[in-house]
């Protein structure tokens, strides 16, 4: 909230000297081309001018509040909304999208990986907002068959960092350094179905580039079982 206050007030700052600049440099224009009083000319500047900085003031605020503002979102409609829609889904790539569609409108996420596993084939779906790219892999898991495993047994979600930090994480801290970096990824989804591992969600980097705060961590982990029923059905 404090960075947004101050980059908001910067921006303004920047948009209201570029205005009062216009403003003298006009008004010095016009009283030198036109015998007109100052203080009709400036009046007349004033009331063309203030609707055009109110506008450009108020697209500042939403750039602001878009680029590095926390995502304010109830959780319960978004989840709601997300759950409705996966109804209706009849293929891969509609599911796929609504995921993408309420992650970066929410989250402002900028690229999402699904990973699927199949009998020795692993699916790799790339959704970015104007792409959409499918592979099949058959020797997917090999490089990262501990940290595999051991999502089994971990059904949370799973952060770059928390992998880094935390001790618990010791034993299979390389492959999954190593898987989260070969998608250029900083969060991890699990998706397990009848306690088997089904397949895993991995975000990408915000556009602000921040971290998943808890409440946003609390809102991905209800996603978990809705994604893995419309991906099985």
């Known amino acids: 909230v404090a960075l947004r206050a101050v980059e908001y007030i910067t921006l303004t700052i920047l948009v209201l000297a570029t205005f009062g600049a216009l403003f003298f440099m006009a008004q010095l224009l016009i009283t030198k081309s036109v015998d007109v009083p100052l203080l009709v000319v400036s009046s007349i500047l004033f009331g063309l001018l203030l609707p ?22 109830d959780f319960r409609e978004s989840v709601k909304t997300f759950h409705h829609a996966l109804r209706s889904l009849r293929s891969r790539r509609e599911v796929v999208d609504s995921i993408y569609q309420l992650l970066s409108r929410n989250m402002f996420v900028k690229e999402l990986h699904l990973i699927i596993f199949y ?36 059904p949370d979600i799973i952060t770059k960092d928390e992998l880094s930090l935390n001790p618990k994480f010791q034993e299979v801290l390389g492959e999954g350094l190593q898987l989260f970096g070969n998608f250029n990824s900083c969060l991890l989804i699990p998706l397990t179905s009848h ?7 991995l975000l990408g980097p915000k556009e602000d580039d921040r971290p998943f705060s808890k409440d946003e ?6 996603l978990s079982s809705p994604i893995c029923i419309s991906l099985e059905n």
Do not use: N, W
């Not at 450009?56 to 509040?65: G, I, T």
């Not at 084939?121 to 501990?146: C, E, G, H, N, Q």
């Not at 306690?195 to 969600?201: I, N, P, S």
């Open 52 to 73: 055009l900085f109110q506008t450009v003031r108020s697209y500042v605020q939403s750039f602001v509040d878009r680029l590095f503002a926390r995502a304010h979102f």
């Open 119 to 154: 009998e020795g084939d692993t699916l790799v779906i790339r959704k970015r907002k104007r792409s959409y790219t499918t592979s099949l892999k058959m020797v997917f898991a090999k490089p990262y068959v501990l940290f595999l495993s051991f999502l089994k047994t971990y």
């Open 195 to 201: 306690d088997k591992l089904f397949g895993a969600v």
């Open 217 to 222: 961590i609390e809102l991905l982990s209800t």
